[in-house]
């Protein structure tokens, strides 16, 4: 709140002049801002929700419920930056039928060509690693 203090200066014999001041509390002042600021953050939107498509699977009797082996091909990230494939059922994987290649993207997209030129169903060839 405001508050008034009055000061008496000597000036002659008829009396002193009589000086008001005026000292203004900002501490409601203070907690009003706050409480501003905490209104609007919480009544503020910062960032837009984004929306994002995702494709399922086709559901249906004509959608494939297994992909056929032959219609994928496997790549394994190893040790040393070696990259390894197969291109075969998952329950013959042993470490005979991995098959290495360089970690050059041209190697790794040849690899991918020839497999997926082989496949008996090129529209559903997949690549998984």
Avoid: C, W
């Amino acid at each position: 709140m405001a508050d008034f203090q009055t000061q008496e200066g000597n000036r002659g014999k008829k009396g002193g002049i009589i000086r008001k001041t005026m000292r203004v509390d900002m501490t409601p002042m203070v907690d009003l801002g706050f409480l501003l600021i905490t209104f609007f953050m919480f009544t503020t939107n910062f960032s837009k929700p984004n929306v994002m498509d995702i494709a399922f699977p086709a559901k249906g009797p004509h959608a494939p419920t297994e992909i056929d082996y032959r219609n994928q091909i496997t790549f394994i990230l190893g040790k040393d930056g070696k990259v390894f494939y197969y291109q075969d059922e998952k329950s013959k994987l042993n470490s005979k039928s991995l098959i290495p290649i360089s970690f050059d993207h041209f190697q790794v997209a040849k690899t991918i060509e020839a497999a997926r030129a082989k496949a008996p169903k090129q529209d559903f060839f997949t690549t998984g690693g």
